[in-house]
């Protein structure tokens, strides 16, 4: 960029100007050699923020480094159209946390206008990546209801779509059904399956290319440049896409396991599935004789909320169940109807379903079924009776299986054979057959980071880290839950529908149209070179200096979102798009290598160097948090807001994440005479908070062999630590924060002091 002009606008409202000395900060600024320092009332006021554009717009200057309130409030009032600016906290993480006209709380608000000022100087307006033609149209795999309603929801927001299908019709399992459950109100009774309608909409529509007996056979590249290889009827055609929704949906749980429950032993025996083809077909009639069957029990949890089996619950089987037993009433109001439960989930409008089908004269029993026999005794463990109880005589025993997410072919896979395996009976620590490299797998030094699931990939992403799209332990693709439901670890790349969870027919189609809103973000923010979730718009990009690159391979192993390939010299190959800007790569840079333009390992170290660091005999310790800006930085914002007080000792430097952390930064704020460093973060594990997915995770590895750094300096290993701090953690944040200065108030001062 052209010579950097920073201007420092130190704000006086909202209790700062009575807390501590503006005027001293701005002899800071100067000392800082900052071209311009202002003071204000309220530099988000009309008159402040006017202030800042006149000088902007005279060219008195080119960076504003704004010294107010936090980074995560007032951004429109600070936007000056595309004008870098730094954002110096002097009221949530100053002033607001620490006791007013107190001379540890002034070298507090000094220091942190000197780190925004050094981030300043080391820190450029990124140029997006924007080479070349970018799709607009998405890519739906999959034709049931999911995937039909993403590709009607695309269409509707002006996208072109390719619809692919592996079996030669469209609908999924939903075809098959002779009734829904009901999703308009009063919510009281099975509903008109209207899925041939979407059907016949899908195919009517000319913005939706429809392929049936499709498969993929290869993708490639990025947002807004997936080339995807389409194998149709033997024949192999190239399509180029923006963005591609998996609604791949699912498959039953294999009945064959369930011997205990009777399903093989007995031909009265049946699943939901199965029921529902009678249902369709006119009639509920017993497989052995043909006869009316005037009896039935429905057994839920059929292998459900079981380790031997399924482990999760599918929570539709519940309104299904009551959906086929109203049926049956409806058809037969002498049949008896029983649905024995364990806990019955009916959630909502359901809840009006569930008294419908008590009204009709549907007996629910609240117990387990410990088994069922070849003449149909059902043995019940009565949950109210507190003893096991034999239902004899039944026609009918109808088994709600569960719902096993396809995130992978299932042609692949064994079902017939009962052999359907979870992705949590292989080992994780076993390699992954790569596509296209040499070799059948990385070194046993570089295992994949997750494990493969059963059956072949429904996408043959030709990525660094795989084929497959990343699945959770019970085979659901993998997203961050709260913060980004639809979105997988591939960028570009969404699910929705029951590979996501199990969900019902009006779920599937809301959770569409989510997807697709995802999709539509991707090919737009791709064309104009921005980032997706959850540094929505970042226009930077990971820069690779390959002159002094060691191809040491640890950026492209530890991305999380597959976004570093390897070009065919082995060196690091970046895929801009795929990139969301979380800086782990250049965390794991053993060479520092990698940088973004707005983000870079120098910014940093000039941050931590620009703290002022007391010497041993001021008795003032120095602990630097290199926090996460997801979770840790908003929990301490907001303990400032409820007023926390916390120690003044603590300088707190924002990071994208914990991934991105070079332990340059330790041994710097050590050798700067530091006394204690805390790296801030979010939840690691298989129920992460990570907003990055495994950054915190990747932090924790590398402070294992921080251990060797601090020997090496004759320090102790308590002057490092790490944190799980969550969002929702203000509330005791700040004792995390105290707890660790106690800690290191009982080590002698760092010896580096003063060198």
Request: proline share 6%; with cysteine.
């Amino acid at each position: 960029m052209e010579d950097r002009k920073p201007g420092v606008y130190l704000c006086k409202g909202c209790g700062i100007g009575q807390a501590v000395s503006v005027d001293e900060l701005e002899t800071v600024a100067g000392e800082m050699k900052a071209p311009l320092c202002r003071q204000h009332d309220a530099f988000c006021a009309d008159d402040g923020v006017a202030a800042i554009k006149k000088d902007l717009a005279d060219g008195t200057v080119n960076q504003v480094v704004v010294a107010a309130c936090s980074s995560r409030v007032m951004t429109d009032r600070f936007d000056f159209d595309g004008t870098q600016v730094i954002r110096a906290n002097l009221r949530e993480q100053v002033v607001w946390s620490h006791p007013a006209g107190d001379e540890d709380t002034q070298m507090l608000a000094a220091d942190n206008v000197r780190m925004a000022i050094a981030q300043a100087g080391k820190t450029a307006p990124p140029e997006p990546w924007t080479e070349g033609e970018f799709s607009q149209r998405i890519l739906v795999v999959g034709g049931g209801v999911s995937g039909l309603s993403a590709a009607s929801e695309a269409a509707k927001a002006g996208h072109d779509v390719l619809l692919l299908e592996r079996s030669d019709q469209l609908g999924g399992w939903a075809r098959k059904w002779a009734r829904r459950m009901p999703h308009r109100p009063p919510y009281r009774d099975p509903q008109e399956n209207d899925v041939g309608a979407l059907i016949a909409a899908v195919e009517a529509d000319p913005a939706i290319t429809v392929k049936t007996g499709a498969t993929v056979a290869k993708t490639q590249g990025m947002p807004g440049k997936f080339t995807v290889e389409v194998s149709q009827g033997g024949a192999e055609t190239t399509e180029t896409v923006g963005a591609i929704v998996a609604a791949t949906g699912w498959r039953p749980y294999v009945p064959n396991k369930l011997g205990h429950l009777g399903y093989g032993a007995a031909p009265d025996v049946v699943t939901g599935i199965e029921l529902e083809e009678m249902l369709a077909d006119g009639g509920v009639k017993r497989k052995s004789d043909g006869s009316p069957a005037k009896l039935v029990a429905f057994v839920q949890c059929a292998g459900s909320r079981d380790p031997n089996h399924l482990p999760y619950c599918s929570s539709v089987c519940c309104g299904v169940s009551i959906k086929q037993a109203l049926q049956i009433k409806q058809a037969d109001p002498e049949a008896s109807v029983y649905i024995i439960f364990q806990e019955l989930r009916t959630p909502g409008t359901a809840e009006e379903f569930y008294r419908q089908a008590q009204e009709a004269g549907v007996i629910f029993m609240k117990g387990n079924v410990k088994s069922v026999d070849s003449e149909l005794t059902v043995t019940v463990d009565d949950a109210l009776l507190g003893e096991e109880v034999p239902m004899f005589g039944l026609d009918l025993v109808v088994l709600a299986t569960g719902m096993v997410p396809n995130a992978t072919n299932v042609d692949s896979a064994t079902p017939e054979t009962g052999e359907d395996q979870l992705k949590s009976d292989i080992d994780p620590l076993s390699p992954i057959p790569v596509a296209g490299y040499a070799g059948a797998a990385p070194p046993a030094a570089e295992r994949a980071e997750e494990a493969v699931p059963p059956g072949g990939p429904i996408l043959n992403l030709q990525y660094r880290q795989g084929p497959h799209i990343p699945v959770l332990a019970d085979g659901f693709a993998d997203s961050h839950y709260i913060c980004f439901p639809y979105e997988t670890r591939r960028s570009g790349i969404y699910t929705c529908g029951p590979v996501r969870r199990p969900m019902d027919i009006a779920e599937s189609a809301e959770d569409a149209a989510g997807a697709v809103l995802k999709a539509i973000q991707a090919v737009r923010g791709a064309a104009e070179g921005g980032s997706l979730h959850p540094r929505v718009g970042d226009l930077s990009f990971p820069k690779i200096g390959l002159d002094i690159c060691t191809r040491c391979r640890r950026c492209t192993v530890e991305c999380p979102f597959g976004a570093i390939d390897e070009d065919e010299n082995d060196y690091p190959l970046v895929n801009p798009t795929r990139c969301r800007r979380c800086g782990t790569c250049m965390g794991a840079c053993p060479v520092r290598t990698i940088s973004f333009d707005n983000y870079n390992i120098q910014m940093i170290s000039e941050m931590i160097n620009a703290v002022e660091v007391p010497d041993e005999f001021e008795e003032k310790p120095r602990i630097l948090v290199l926090a996460c800006e997801n979770d840790a930085c908003p929990a301490i914002d907001m303990a400032g807001i409820k007023r926390a007080q916390y120690s003044a000792y603590v300088r707190i430097i924002p990071v994208r994440c914990l991934g991105s952390v070079s332990m340059l930064w330790v041994s710097d704020a050590l050798s700067r005479g530091f006394d204690g460093i805390m790296l801030m973060g979010c939840k690691s594990g298989d129920d992460y908070q990570c907003h990055f997915v495994k950054g915190s995770g990747i932090a924790e590895e590398r402070m294992a062999n921080i251990g060797e750094t601090l020997e090496s300096m004759m320090l102790e290993r308590e002057r490092v630590t790490s944190a799980e701090v969550s969002i929702a953690d203000s509330g005791s944040v700040a004792k995390v924060l105290d707890d660790f200065v106690a800690k290191l108030g009982e080590l002698d001062p760092n010896p580096f002091k003063g060198f």
